[in-house]
């Protein structure tokens, strides 16, 4: 199908309707990001998107220091999907210092400052 946006736009695009879109490579078969023209595990070219699950967990966490009237400190994390790639987060919903390394998470399509983003919330039960 033709599209006439490229890769990021395309995750861009997704993520303003709420979804977030991986690629897959039609050749090996495995996610990528950042979205991209070819695979960078085998340089496949035929990628598709699909709806990714949401389900994850930390792979890094760090607080970052913000003053109480502009919000409060917050957290930027990297989160690795169950999808197998990784990206930059952040985890809503918890304290920041309770975002520890292998907390499940579900991502979310949401938006930071205005701009489309991907967050995440601690995973129930
Ligand atoms: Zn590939």
Same mark, same amino acid.
């Given at each position: 199908? %033709?599209?006439?946006?490229?890769?990021?736009?395309?995750?861009?695009?997704?993520?303003?309707?709420? @979804?977030?879109?991986? @690629? @897959?490579?039609?050749?090996?078969?495995? +996610?990528? +990001?950042?979205?991209?023209?070819?695979?960078?595990?085998? =340089? =496949?070219?035929?990628? *598709?998107?699909?709806?990714?699950?949401?389900?994850? #967990?930390?792979?890094?966490? *760090?607080?970052?220091?913000?003053?109480? #009237?502009?919000? =409060?400190?917050?957290?930027?994390?990297?989160?690795?999907?169950? #999808? %197998?790639?990784?990206?930059?987060?952040?985890?809503? %919903?918890?304290?920041?210092?309770?975002?520890?390394? =292998?907390?499940?998470?579900?991502? +979310?399509?949401? #938006?930071?400052?205005?701009?489309?983003?991907?967050?995440?919330?601690?995973?129930? %039960?």
């Amino acid at each position: 199908m %033709g599209n006439p946006l490229g890769p990021d736009a395309t995750f861009r695009d997704g993520l303003s309707k709420g @979804q977030i879109n991986l @690629q @897959q490579c039609g050749n090996c078969d495995q +996610f990528i +990001f950042f979205p991209r023209i070819n695979c960078p595990h085998c =340089g =496949g070219t035929s990628l *598709t998107w699909h709806p990714a699950s949401g389900k994850g #967990e930390v792979h890094t966490a *760090t607080t970052v220091r913000r003053r109480a #009237e502009k919000g =409060g400190d917050y957290n930027v994390s990297m989160i690795e999907l169950a #999808e %197998g790639v990784r990206m930059m987060s952040r985890v809503d %919903g918890i304290a920041p210092l309770d975002v520890k390394i =292998g907390l499940a998470i579900t991502a +979310f399509a949401g #938006e930071i400052d205005g701009i489309p983003a991907v967050l995440c919330k601690p995973a129930e %039960g």
